[in-house]
C-alpha cells in the first residue's frame, strides 16, 4: 500500500503530529492537524514520492 510507504516519513518529518489517512475517501486525503505551517514540506515531500497533493481549506 502506497500510504505505508508514506509513514515513516510523514513520522520523521512530523513528530508530535496529529495525522491520519483517509483511505475509504475516494481521493485518500492525507489530514494533518498541526500548529505549524507545514504545507509547503509536506507538499515536498508527497511530491517527491510522487503524490498529487493540495490543501484543502
Known amino acids: 500500500m502506497q500510504a505505508k510507504k508514506l509513514c515513516p516519513h510523514i513520522i520523521n518529518?512530523?513528530?508530535?503530529?496529529?495525522?491520519?489517512?483517509d483511505l475509504e475517501d475516494c481521493d485518500k486525503i492525507l489530514w494533518i492537524e498541526s500548529e505549524k505551517d507545514i504545507i509547503v514540506p509536506v507538499k515536498a515531500l508527497l511530491h517527491h514520492h510522487h503524490f498529487i497533493c493540495e490543501e484543502l481549506e
Open 13 to 21: 518529518m512530523l513528530p508530535n503530529t496529529c495525522w491520519n489517512f
